[in-house]
């Protein structure tokens, strides 16, 4: 989404007539708060850096795609294209799956449609076998979406669940 490949990605949406990811993460705004760590920001800076002592010149490359500004021009983009996206993308639940703390992002939610980023997953050999950073945590997402508190939470806070086909209708 970050890359010269978004690109494709927007000519490929408006082709087919899908929807795409908000590209603007949420955190850019500021209006969910946590308390502790949480976030594919948070999740990936550690992989960056790594990158970045590596190759420092293609980092430099693809940082320009990674900014705030970089960001909000291709969510203008994708307006000016006619191309549905949710009004947000949420990623603060990553690397932070507690009850807790998807609640806490249910009761901050803004008005709009967002996308929360989750991986639930019954954790079996094949998708130990992928390997990856971010495996066992899929089970507890599972358990923490599967949780009556959390299905409560959607009810009291009246959130809708719905998937990206929504998009089109909107």
């Known amino acids: 989404m970050y890359t010269d490949f978004y690109e494709v990605i927007r000519e490929l949406a408006r082709e ?31 992989v960056m850096l790594r990158f970045a002592v590596r190759h420092p010149l293609l980092a430099l490359h693809l940082l320009a795609h990674a900014t705030p500004a970089a960001f909000k021009r291709k969510a203008d ?9 949710p009004d947000w993308f949420v990623d603060a639940f990553f690397g932070n799956p507690t009850i807790d703390c998807f609640i806490s992002i249910l009761k901050q939610l803004p008005p709009g ?27 507890t997402e599972l358990a923490v ?26």
Do not use: N
């Not at 007539?17 to 993460?25: L, M």
């Not at 050999?125 to 899929?138: F, I, K, T």
């Open 16 to 46: 087919y007539g899908v929807p795409v990811r908000q590209p603007v993460p949420e955190p850019v705004y500021g209006r969910i708060k946590l308390k502790g760590r949480g976030g594919a920001a948070a999740a990936i800076m550690p």
């Open 77 to 85: 983009a994708l307006r000016q294209a006619g191309i549905a996206t």
């Open 113 to 139: 449609v967002g996308e929360m980023m989750v991986h639930p997953a019954m954790v079996d050999d094949p998708l130990r076998a992928l390997g990856g950073g971010y495996v066992a945590q899929r089970e």
């Open 145 to 170: 979406l599967l949780d009556p508190r959390v299905r409560e939470a959607v009810a009291t806070y009246r959130v809708e669940l719905v998937d990206f086909s929504f998009l089109r209708r909107a």
